[in-house]
Structure formats: structure tokens, C-alpha cells
């Protein structure tokens, strides 16, 4: 039983993690339809950056904030500079780039951080929490509420903000969101800003627990890619529920299987979802006339 | 009212674009005036539609100038244009279809309806109201064109003539000073093509200047103003109905061209 629990406590750990990569994918595929695979990266560059900083004599807050921002002011160049110029290109195409930008992106931070596994102190300690024979990080606890937080301000973002319904909008007609006044560039750039700084959040609260280096990215983006799909693209709870679900299949294969399939599972979920529930758990229906 | 007693609202002057070495449109000038339904017409492939993409912002005109209420907003983008009171319809519908036709409505108030994000987000009873201001709005427009009892369903599983109705509800959301309509009748019955026809003069009566395409010649001979006809992008010949109709370059390109079509 105590081994059950430890199990699910690091399957809700990791997952939150994905959680978080899976709702920085809901807001850029809400405005665009484009699932962004450098999505990773803004995971990556956010430990990396703040362990940078930190490593210069920062304290670690001012440290986590800088990663944050430059991080977001990254996400907002890669809508301007390989994103807009291509406007009008097919989805596949955007997602394609999205891909390059990734292996850019991946191959700069090389240059810049080096190959080595970095990480900075935990933020309220190392001493584990013991719960019903099994503990948990306190960091973990970060973690997890750091999802949550996100996943209630997107939700309200959405559901309330007018703003948020111009991102839908945008999404779903970019041509009649122009009509009606939506300034569509805005919301492109305002959605790869929140998107980027999501996913670097997510890089701050893990990286004490997961470490970083530079190639980290590519697995974050394809387990948060799978809680996405298996919540169902572009709706914020899906991406939440889908994350954390990853998580802990992740952990209880690795736990009663073999840790060897640790990272099969997500592409194993990817393959059962495309086959049996195409929409995910919670996906908006597609009605396309023709 | 005759033509020249009010101010020019909007004013198309030395339009043209072309397209590699193509001139889709060539040197059309023009001018519309508030409550007045002015109309493009021409045989197909006469540039109508390019030269609304031009004055509407979709496409930037590689000569001449466009003029809204003493502006010039040539080549500004449509979400600009929205904001000066330029609305406008696609002959191919521009309908957000996963939303409900009455959030399509809605989504017309969207300039009305902005404020600050965080009201929106605690659920500010300022945010509230704006809310149900709009929302009202939109019911009322619904009403207007017909489609009050579609409010709650997807519009993607309208009709044709509902969804153009729809479009031009959305249009009006945005109360403008000019409205484009391009071909609204174009895929409709005989019925819904008079109810389009009304809803038109009605607009124009309230004193939005009204710029139309359309092909259906009997509608735009009654309720248009003032007829532009187009030919191979150039501007032919301009005037009231009547004149217009019976000018011999406008026969020999348009009625003589396509007299199957009565």
C-alpha cells in the first residue's frame, strides 16, 4: 500500500510538470490550431536560466522571475520571426517550424549553458514529507499547485475574459475575429507571451526535482503533448486532468513494470488515443463545412 | 435626397492592384455617401470582389487611395477598419461555425464589449453588465433578421440563407457607419432574397451607407442609389439605375453578355 502511494506521489509530481507543458500547448493551439513543439524548450530554458542566474548571485526569486520573462520575451520572437512571416501556410507546415525552432532553440541553450546537468536548491527545503508510509517532496507540493494555479487563471482567462474569447475567436475564424475588430497579431503574440512563460514556470518549480539540461525539452514537449491529446486538445481542464494522468501511468509502469518503459508510455497513450477517442477526454467537437 | 447633399462618407479614389503583371483593378474611383446603398456590379471576373478586398483591407492596393470619414485608411487591416465603422460580409461567409449563432452575434460587440481584464476575470459587475448589454444586442439583431429562434444552435448547421443573415447580424453588431456587403442574396431563394432586400433598405434607412456586390440584378435595379459597373477591372460607367441601365458600354459588357440571365 505505503508503495502504491509513493508511486502516485511521484506520478503527480512528474505530472504536474506535464500538466503544465499541456496547458502552455491548449492557449497557442486555442489561437491558431498549431500544437507548438518548442514547447519543451520554454520547460528547459526556464530551469536552465534561473540556475544561470542564480549561479551569478541572484537570489533565487529575482532569479525565477528573469527566467520567466526572458523566456516569454523568446516565445514572443519565435510568433514574430519564424511564426508571422509565415501566416497563411498550412497548419503542418507552422507545426513544422515549430520543430525547427525547437532544435534551435535546443542547440543555442548547448552553446550557451553547455552539456552539463544543472539544478538550483529546492524552494522550501529537501526534507520529505511523510504521508501513510510514503513522502513527498516539498517541492513536489510547489509543483502541483503551480499547475493548479495555472490551469484556474487559463480557465478563467477562457471562460471570462473577453480577451480570452478573442483568443478563441481567433482560433476559430481568423478572418471574422478581423471583422469584428480582434486584433488577431495581438493575440498571437499575447498567446505565445503566456504560453512561453507557462512553460518556463514549469522549468522553475521541476527543476529542483527533475534537473535540466539542455536536451530536457524534447521530452517534456512529447509527454505534455500526450496529456493534451488524451484531455483533448485546446480545452484547459482536458490539459490539466491529461497531464497529471500521464504522470502517474508513467510512474505506476515504472513502478510495477519496469522503469525501462517509463517513456514508452506516452506514446503508447498517443497511439490508444488517435485510435479509440480522437477527441480526447474533454476535446471541442470539429464541424468543418465544406 | 439627392445625391450631393450630404458629405462624402467613404471615397475610393484611383484604385488598382495587380497580381504579377495582371491588373485585377485599374484606376476606380468612387464615393459613398451616409444612408445611401451604393453598388458594384459587372460581369464575372470584373475585379468586384478584389476591389472590396482593397477598400476593406484584406488585400493592399498597389495604387490609389481610400478614404473613410476624411481619412485615409488605405491598406489599414480589417480590425482597424472595424474600429472606424467599416464593416463588411464574404460572399464565401466568414461564420465562426463551432459557436452558437447567437456567440457569432456577440462576437459582433466585441469593441463594445471591451474592458479591463481583470473585472472580467473576478466577474466585476461592470463586466457583468457589458456582458448582458451585448448579449441583448445580439438577440435584438437576431430578431431582426429572422434568426431569433436559431440563437441556441451551432451555426455550422444553418442554412445558407440563415448563415448570410447571420453575417450580416454580426456586421451590424459593430453599429457602422459603412457597411460592405458582398453578394448577401448570392445561394438564396426567391423569399429570402426579399427579406435580405428589405433588411438592406431598412439599414440604409437608419443612415448606414451601404456598399454593395451582387448579382442579382432585379435587386440591386430597386434598391440601389447609385450603380458603379466594372469590366476587366476597369470602371465603365457610373450613375443612378435608370441611367445606368440604359448605357450602351454597360449593355454591350454586362446585360449583352449575359442575357440569358434576364
Same mark, same amino acid.
Given at each position: 500500500?505505503?508503495?502504491? =502511494? ?26 491558431? %490550431? ?29 532569479? +525565477? ?39 534551435? =532553440? ?19 527545503? !529537501? ?160 464541424? !468543418?463545412?465544406? | ?117 481583470? +473585472? ?50 454580426? +456586421?451590424? +453588431?459593430? !453599429? ?5 456587403? %458582398? ?26 451607407? =451601404? ?19 466594372? %469590366? ?7 450613375? !443612378? ?22
Amino acid at each position: 500500500m505505503s508503495e502504491l =502511494i509513493q508511486f502516485l506521489f511521484s506520478g503527480v509530481t512528474v505530472g504536474a510538470v506535464y500538466a503544465l507543458v499541456a496547458l502552455g500547448f491548449t492557449i497557442i493551439y486555442n489561437a491558431s %490550431d498549431v500544437v507548438n513543439f518548442a514547447q519543451g524548450e520554454f520547460v528547459m530554458l526556464g530551469g536552465m536560466i534561473t540556475w544561470f542566474a542564480h549561479e551569478a548571485g541572484l537570489p533565487l526569486p529575482l532569479a +525565477a522571475l528573469i527566467a520567466i520573462v526572458l523566456t516569454s520575451a523568446l516565445g514572443v520572437a519565435m510568433n514574430k520571426l519564424a511564426i508571422e512571416p509565415a501566416r497563411g501556410a498550412p497548419v503542418v507546415s507552422l507545426i513544422i517550424i515549430t520543430i525547427g525552432a525547437s532544435i534551435f =532553440i535546443q542547440g543555442t541553450a548547448q552553446l550557451v549553458f553547455g552539456k552539463q546537468i544543472h539544478t538550483f536548491p529546492a524552494f522550501s527545503g !529537501d526534507t520529505p514529507i511523510h504521508v501513510g508510509g510514503a513522502t513527498i517532496l516539498p517541492q513536489s507540493l510547489w509543483m502541483i499547485a503551480g499547475a493548479l494555479a495555472v490551469f484556474l487563471a487559463l480557465w478563467l482567462f477562457f471562460s471570462r475574459t473577453l480577451l480570452g474569447r478573442a483568443v478563441m475567436a481567433t482560433a476559430n475564424n481568423r478572418l471574422a475575429a478581423q471583422l469584428v475588430g480582434i486584433n488577431t497579431n495581438f493575440v498571437m503574440t499575447l498567446s505565445f507571451a503566456l504560453s512561453a512563460a507557462i512553460g518556463a514556470l514549469g522549468g522553475v518549480l521541476a527543476t529542483p526535482v527533475t534537473l535540466t539540461a539542455y536536451g530536457v525539452g524534447i521530452g517534456f514537449a512529447l509527454k505534455g503533448f500526450a496529456g493534451a491529446m488524451l484531455g483533448g486538445m485546446g480545452n484547459p481542464k482536458g490539459a490539466l486532468l491529461g497531464g497529471f494522468l500521464i504522470g502517474l501511468i508513467e510512474a505506476l509502469t515504472a513502478g510495477y513494470l519496469s522503469s525501462q518503459y517509463k517513456d514508452a508510455v506516452a506514446f503508447v497513450v498517443i497511439l490508444l488515443v488517435l485510435f479509440f477517442l480522437p477527441q480526447g477526454l474533454f476535446g471541442r467537437k470539429t464541424t !468543418d463545412r465544406v | 435626397m439627392t445625391r450631393s447633399d450630404k458629405e462624402t462618407l467613404l471615397s475610393v479614389e484611383g484604385l488598382g492592384i495587380a497580381f504579377g503583371g495582371l491588373k485585377a483593378v485599374n484606376n476606380v474611383s468612387f464615393g459613398v455617401r451616409p444612408g445611401e446603398i451604393v453598388s458594384i456590379i459587372g460581369p464575372n471576373g470584373a475585379g468586384k470582389t478584389t476591389l472590396f478586398n482593397m477598400i476593406s483591407g484584406i488585400y493592399l492596393p498597389s495604387m490609389g487611395q481610400v478614404t473613410l470619414s476624411g481619412e485615409d485608411v488605405t491598406g489599414i487591416a480589417p480590425h482597424l477598419l472595424a474600429r472606424r465603422g467599416m464593416s463588411r460580409t464574404f460572399q464565401n461567409l466568414q461564420i465562426f461555425q463551432s459557436m452558437t449563432v447567437l456567440e457569432n452575434a456577440i462576437a459582433g460587440y466585441h469593441l463594445q464589449e471591451r474592458g479591463p481584464v481583470l +473585472a472580467d476575470l473576478f466577474g466585476l459587475p461592470s463586466s457583468r453588465a457589458r456582458a448582458k448589454r451585448a448579449e441583448a444586442g445580439a438577440r435584438k439583431l437576431l430578431e431582426r433578421v429572422g434568426l431569433d429562434r436559431a440563437a441556441e444552435r451551432e451555426a455550422g448547421n444553418l442554412s445558407y440563407g440563415s448563415l448570410k443573415r447571420l453575417e450580416i447580424a454580426r +456586421a451590424l +453588431a459593430l !453599429d457602422p457607419k459603412i457597411l460592405l456587403l %458582398d453578394e448577401p442574396a448570392a445561394g438564396c431563394n426567391a423569399v429570402e432574397t426579399e427579406e435580405i432586400d428589405h433588411l438592406i433598405a431598412e439599414v440604409a434607412a437608419s443612415g448606414v451607407a =451601404i456598399l454593395l456586390v451582387e448579382h442579382d440584378m432585379k435587386m440591386v435595379m430597386r434598391i440601389s442609389n447609385h450603380i458603379v459597373v466594372l %469590366d476587366h477591372g476597369e470602371k465603365i460607367a457610373e450613375g !443612378d439605375p435608370a441611367t445606368v441601365s440604359r448605357n450602351p458600354a454597360v449593355v454591350a459588357a454586362y446585360l449583352g453578355a449575359e442575357n440569358a440571365d434576364g
